[in-house]
T-cell receptor
């Protein structure tokens, strides 16, 4: 069975500090990985995705993630966060020929002034 | 335009009511999804429609009845719900071609409260 583990349920940081949100996946086959963000009382917005090719993926709002096959990780990073980045972040994995997205439990990023 | 719209934004219903949630997209996508998200939890897949046909039903109780009348619209009919069905209901769509570039785009959700 395919699963996604987000190691931190909450990550508090100060404004302008760097942040890394961790995501590990388990799968024996090719995977396609996504990061979504959910602002309070809103739907999910796609931040970035890894389908193939370059292991460093750049997304919206200054976020990037690196696919590491040997460590089965897809950690999300931002060099300098803003108050407006406060939100829930979900890592998700999809099987190659299937429409099913499996989400991690989410990481609440709180950016403090 | 990568927008998925959902109506209503909020819905309060009693356990004997019948109501419907609506989802619409005009991106030419042929796959549409319903997810249920409880507070502080990740979204859980309920149904997938591909080319207007139900392709995945994640063992959802029959009090939830999906309908896809055309390629742009997806409805979720609700009947005899329970208080534990209170949640945020999210709609999503994707191209539906089944290739690896399948990316799901989500709507803002309908927040449902069952009394």
């Amino acid at each position: 069975a395919q699963s996604v583990t987000q190691l931190d349920s909450q990550v508090p940081v100060f404004e302008e500090a760097p942040v890394e949100l961790r995501c590990n996946y388990s799968s024996s086959v090719s995977v396609y990985l996504f990061w979504y963000v959910q602002y309070p009382n809103q739907g999910l917005q796609l931040l970035l995705k890894y389908l193939s090719g370059s292991t460093l993926v750049k997304g919206i709002n200054g976020f990037e993630a690196e696919f590491n096959k040997s460590q089965t990780s897809f950690h999300l990073r931002k060099p300098s966060v803003h108050i407006s980045d406060t939100a829930e972040y979900f890592c998700a994995v999809m099987r190659g020929s299937n429409y099913k997205l499996t989400f991690g439990k989410g990481t609440l990023l709180t950016v403090n002034p | 335009d990568t927008e998925v719209t959902q109506t209503p934004k909020h819905l309060v219903m009693g356990m004997t009511n019948k109501k419907s949630l609506k989802c619409e997209q005009h991106m030419g996508h042929r796959a549409m999804y319903w997810y249920k998200q409880k507070a502080k939890k990740p979204p859980e897949l309920m149904f997938v429609y591909s080319y207007e046909k139900l392709s995945i039903n994640e063992s959802v109780p029959s009090r939830f009845s999906p309908e896809c009348p055309n390629s742009s619209l997806l409805n979720l009919h609700l009947h005899a719900l329970q208080p534990e069905d209170s949640a945020l209901y999210l709609c999503a769509s994707s191209t539906g071609t089944g290739v690896v570039q399948e990316t799901q785009y989500f709507g803002p959700g309908t927040r449902l409260l069952v009394l």
